[in-house]
C-alpha cells in the first residue's frame, strides 16, 4: 500500500527559527512535491523535485528551501521562520511520467 | 496562467440526497483534470482523474465528473450522499510533463445532514 509519512502532525515555532519539515515515501516514486494549504485558497506548489538532488520552485517558493539527498525523503526548510508560514503543509509524491499523487497527512505549523 | 475556481465554498446536503460541487478552470491546453478529497485530520485521497477519451469519468465511492469543453467546468456529482462524504473537495488542473504540477481550487466544504 501506498506510504507518504510527515514527521510532525503539529508543530510550533517561534519567528527566526530554522524549520525542517521531513517528508518520506516508500514506494520508491521519483517526484516530490511539497505544498501549503490555506483556508480558501486551496494547496499551492512550494517546491518539488523529479530526482535526488534536483529541485524546481512551484508557485509560491518565497521564504522556502528544499533538500532531497535520498530518493525517499524529501525536506522542507524554513530558513527563518515568519508568522506568514503559519499553515497546513502537506508533501506528495508520483511516478515519473504518473499524473496521480500521493499526499501525506499534512504537518500543521504554528510560527509564534 | 492557469486557475481553477471552485464557486461553492460551503454545501450543505441531506443524507441521500445528489450533490454536485462545481469546478471552473483556466488552462491554455487540453487539462489533465483531478478532484480530490480531505477527510478531517486525513491526507488528500484522489477521487478521479480525466486526461482525455470519454468526458463523463467514473471514480471511487460513487463519485462521477463530466468534462464540458465548451464551459470549462470539470463538475463532480454523487446520486445519493453518505455521512461519511462530510469532507473537503478539491478540484485541480495538472499543467507541465504527465500534469505534474497541479494548481488548486480554494476547496468545497461539504455537510451531509442526517
Known amino acids: 500500500d501506498v506510504k507518504v509519512t510527515q514527521s510532525s502532525r503539529y508543530l510550533v515555532k517561534r519567528t527566526g527559527e530554522k524549520v525542517f519539515l521531513e517528508c518520506v515515501q516508500d514506494m520508491d516514486h521519483e517526484n516530490m512535491f511539497w505544498y501549503r494549504q490555506d483556508p480558501g485558497l486551496g494547496l499551492r506548489l512550494i517546491y518539488f523535485s523529479y530526482d535526488v538532488k534536483m529541485k524546481e520552485k512551484g508557485d509560491i517558493p518565497e521564504g522556502y528551501s528544499v533538500s532531497r539527498e535520498k530518493k525517499e525523503r524529501f525536506s522542507l526548510i524554513l530558513e527563518s521562520a515568519s508568522t506568514n508560514q503559519t499553515s497546513m503543509y502537506l508533501c506528495?509524491?508520483?511516478?515519473?511520467?504518473?499524473?496521480?499523487?500521493?499526499f501525506g497527512p499534512g504537518t500543521r505549523l504554528l510560527v509564534l | 496562467a492557469q486557475s481553477v475556481t471552485q464557486p461553492d465554498i460551503h454545501i450543505t446536503v441531506s443524507e441521500g440526497a445528489s450533490l454536485e460541487l462545481r469546478c471552473n478552470y483556466s488552462y491554455g491546453a487540453t487539462p489533465y483534470l483531478f478532484w480530490y478529497v480531505q477527510s478531517p485530520g486525513q491526507g488528500l485521497q484522489l477521487l478521479l482523474k480525466?486526461?482525455?477519451?470519454?468526458?463523463l469519468v467514473q471514480g471511487i465511492k460513487g463519485f462521477e465528473a463530466e468534462f464540458k469543453r465548451s464551459q470549462s467546468s470539470f463538475n463532480l456529482r454523487k446520486p445519493s450522499v453518505h455521512w461519511s462524504d462530510a469532507a473537503e473537495y478539491f478540484c485541480a488542473v495538472g499543467r507541465g510533463a504527465a500534469g505534474n504540477k497541479l494548481t488548486f481550487g480554494g476547496g468545497t466544504r461539504v455537510l451531509v445532514k442526517p
Open positions: 506528495a509524491s508520483s511516478l515519473i511520467g504518473q499524473e496521480t499523487q500521493y
Open positions: 480525466y486526461f482525455s477519451g470519454d468526458t
